[in-house]
């Protein structure tokens, strides 16, 4: 599966932005995707997934209650929508994919840049 993310940019702190993944060569009813973030000198880190069903979420504790994670298939895309935006969101944001039931990420999208400026 190919994963491509897009929608970051520049945002104030308390706004908000919508990340996309838009994914291709194959449905994701076997998948699940997770969106991860790397801040400038810090490693990456895991931010929030979603089953293929949409009927599973999880997210990092310091997202909790701000970000939203859903999945249209019929738009083969996975969106995180992303309130109350504080400047330690900064990061390039990237989506990932794996097979259900397995730990490893094995398709990655290139990273967008997200800035959230005090």
């Known amino acids: 599966v190919q994963l491509q993310a897009s929608g970051g940019g520049l945002a104030q702190a308390g706004g908000s932005l919508r990340l996309s993944c838009t994914y291709s060569?194959?449905?994701?009813?076997?998948?699940?995707v997770g969106w991860f973030r790397r801040a400038p000198g810090k490693e990456r880190e895991f931010v929030a997934g979603?089953?293929?069903?949409?009927?599973?979420?999880n997210y990092a504790d310091s997202v909790k209650g701000r970000f939203t994670v859903s999945i249209d298939n019929a738009k083969n895309t996975v969106y995180l929508q992303m309130n109350n935006l504080k400047p330690e969101d900064t990061a390039v944001y990237y989506c990932?994919?794996?097979?259900?039931?397995?730990?490893?990420?094995?398709?990655w999208g290139q990273g967008t840049l997200v800035t959230v400026s005090s």
């Open positions: 990932a994919a794996r097979r259900t039931g397995t730990l490893a990420w094995t398709s």
């Open positions: 060569g194959r449905t994701l009813s076997t998948y699940g």
């Open positions: 979603v089953a293929s069903s949409g009927s599973s979420t």
